[in-house]
């Protein structure tokens, strides 16, 4: 079942002689539980392809459906909800709030939605996330691998339609980035999470199940591994 459809995409920056085209008409599809890497130099606009997807940042022109809805057809209120909502993201840099220990960062998206926190589906999660001795702890009393699980849990408490981590292992040693992207497959696998991470790092790519490289805002390849 398709859940994310990306049509003809653009994205520019500036005007005239000064404009950059950061995303060039591209188009692609995802499948419910599909693990996607999308890969590119610095530069290539993989990161920005990302903020679109996230409705972080509104497209120059293209549309993006995440479960046949038309994302940007939204108003930035209606917009805000579905993004807390549907789509979990993963940051480089974490993104915790320091003065929230491991279980207030977690369940954040629930709190800011009013929602009433699933407790089996935190505890499952926090299991998985091997935080269960970690959950009274603030940020800056974590190494970074931990701070990155807190950032995975966040981003999951909702069951979100896709995940998407934007370079999850960047700040991270090779032993911390090889418990990231085994918890990423976990929520792939075991939850059937649709998962889309941007990374430059190719080997980290090909534990994904199909690679999408960019190059100059345009795919030129998308491979299954």
């Not at 849990?153 to 032993?175: C, Q, V």
């Amino acid at each position: 079942m398709e859940i994310l459809r990306v049509e003809n995409l653009v994205k520019t920056y500036g005007k005239g002689e000064g404009q950059v085209k950061a995303v060039d008409n591209i188009s692609f599809s995802v499948q419910k539980g599909e693990f996607v890497a999308i890969v590119g130099a610095s530069g290539s606009g993989k990161s920005t392809i990302l903020h679109l997807l996230g409705g972080v940042d509104r497209p120059t022109s293209g549309k993006i459906f995440i479960e046949g809805e038309d994302i940007y057809s939204l108003n930035d209120d209606s917009l805000a909800i579905f993004r807390r909502r549907q789509i979990g993201i993963i940051y480089q840099f974490y993104n915790l709030i320091p003065i929230l220990n491991v279980k207030e960062n977690i369940t954040l998206p629930c709190e800011l939605d009013g929602q009433k926190v699933d407790d089996e589906r935190l505890n499952e999660l926090i299991r998985n996330l091997g935080l269960e001795n970690r959950i009274n702890h603030l940020p800056n009393q974590l190494s970074g691998g931990q701070q990155q699980k807190v950032s995975i849990g966040r981003a999951m408490i909702y069951n979100p339609a896709i995940m998407l981590a934007d370079e999850p292992t960047g700040n991270l040693d090779s032993k911390a980035s090889e418990e990231i992207v085994s918890l990423l497959k976990l929520s792939n696998k075991k939850f059937n999470q649709t998962v889309i991470m941007i990374t430059h790092d190719l080997e980290i790519a090909r534990q994904a199940e199909r690679v999408i490289t960019i190059e100059d805002g345009k795919i030129i390849s998308d491979e299954r591994n």
